[in-house]
């Protein structure tokens, strides 16, 4: 490709409870039972079809109100620096979110969906299925994260402290 700019055309909306990205839990593993509507434009509508039978659907999104773009930032588990792409953060180049979510039900173009960790509002870009054939792994280390006690990761990744 010869241009080094990408355009984007969002697919949907997806609304939810969250309104104060502080208060909003930093993943959906932290988020249970948190309703909401992801919500797909007709045009894209027909390509929701056969997704009723999959469980957990993953979300591509664009952090719309994300502050600036960063290439060190101080993740929210910890209080040092690390590099963006070793983080979840949302102040990253392409600003691209991606949330495991589960599917309850789909009603036409409307999924409706729980453990949202995403703010009401923000523009859908994709939509994949978690297949566990092919998203399953036995093996994974998490690197920095895996020094973190689970008690903090809970009570931050909740919002029950300041990060
Ligand atoms: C650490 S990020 C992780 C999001 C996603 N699960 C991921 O891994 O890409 C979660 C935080 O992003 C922020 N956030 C959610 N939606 C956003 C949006 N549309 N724009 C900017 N920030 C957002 C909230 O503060 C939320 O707590």
Redesign the pocket.
């Known amino acids: 490709m010869e241009s080094d700019q990408i355009r984007l055309r969002p697919i949907g909306r997806i609304h939810s409870p969250?309104r104060d990205?502080?208060k909003?839990?930093?993943?959906?593993v932290w988020a249970r039972g948190i309703a909401g509507r992801v919500e797909v434009f007709e045009t894209f509508a027909p390509g929701l079809e056969d997704l009723e039978g999959f469980s957990h659907i993953h979300l591509l999104?664009?952090?719309?109100?994300?502050d600036g773009e960063c290439l060190r930032v101080t993740p929210?588990l910890e209080d040092r620096e690390r590099g963006v792409f070793a983080t979840?953060?949302?102040s990253r180049p392409n600003r691209i979110?991606?949330?495991l979510v589960r599917l309850i039900a789909r009603e036409g173009r409307i999924l409706h969906v729980e453990d949202l960790?995403?703010?009401d509002g923000?523009p859908l870009l994709d939509i994949k299925p978690v297949i566990a054939r092919c998203d399953l792994r036995e093996d994974v280390r998490s690197g920095w994260q895996d020094a973190i006690d689970e008690k903090r990761a809970t009570r931050r990744g909740r919002r029950q402290e300041p990060c």
């Open positions: 969250h990205p502080h909003t839990p930093i993943q959906p999104y664009y952090f719309d109100r994300a929210y979840r953060a949302p979110g991606l949330s960790d995403v703010l923000t």
